[in-house]
C-alpha cells in the first residue's frame, strides 16, 4: 500500500532552530531517506518551492482561467515537503513517519493513497 507522508512548515519555527541544530536535522533526515530508499519503502520524496511562488489555479463558470498568489493560509503552517512511501501497513508508515527528525518539531501527516499508477501506466 502507497501512503504520503507529508510535512508541514512554519517560518517562525524553522527561523528558531539554530544553523547547527539545523543541519543536524538535514543530515538525519539524509540519513532516514537513505534507509527508507535502501528498503525499497520510499518511492519519491521532495520539498516544495517557497510561499512566495504559489500559485493557485482555477476555471470561472465561464470558462477563464484565473491565476492568483497563494495560498490563502489561514494558519502559519503550510507544506513543506512530502514523501510517497510503499510499506505492507499504515503501522509501518506511521514508523517511518515518526523516524523523521522534522517529527520532533511538526506533525507529520500519513495518508493511505487508494488511485495512482505511473505514467507507464496509462
Known amino acids: 500500500m502507497k501512503y504520503l507522508l507529508s510535512i508541514y ?3 517562525e519555527v524553522w527561523a528558531s532552530i539554530p ?3 539545523f543541519q543536524r536535522i ?10 527508507m530508499a535502501e528498503a525499497g519503502e520510499l518511492l519519491f520524496a ?9 500559485r493557485r489555479v482555477s ?4 470558462g477563464d482561467v484565473v491565476v492568483t498568489d497563494g495560498p490563502y493560509l489561514e494558519t ?7 514523501y510517497i512511501v510503499d510499506v505492507p501497513t499504515i503501522e509501518r508508515a506511521q514508523q517511518l513517519a515518526a523516524g523523521m527528525p522534522s ?14 499508477g505511473s505514467i507507464d501506466d496509462l
Open 46 to 54: 521532495c520539498g516544495v518551492g517557497p510561499l512566495e511562488d504559489i
Open 19 to 21: 544553523k547547527e541544530e
Open 76 to 82: 502559519k503552517e503550510y507544506l513543506g515537503s512530502f
Open 103 to 116: 517529527a520532533t518539531f511538526t506533525q507529520v501527516e500519513v495518508w493511505p493513497i487508494h488511485h495512482g
Open 9 to 11: 512548515g512554519n517560518d
Open 26 to 35: 538535514v543530515a538525519a533526515t539524509d540519513a532516514h531517506n537513505k534507509e
Open 59 to 62: 476555471v470561472a463558470a465561464e
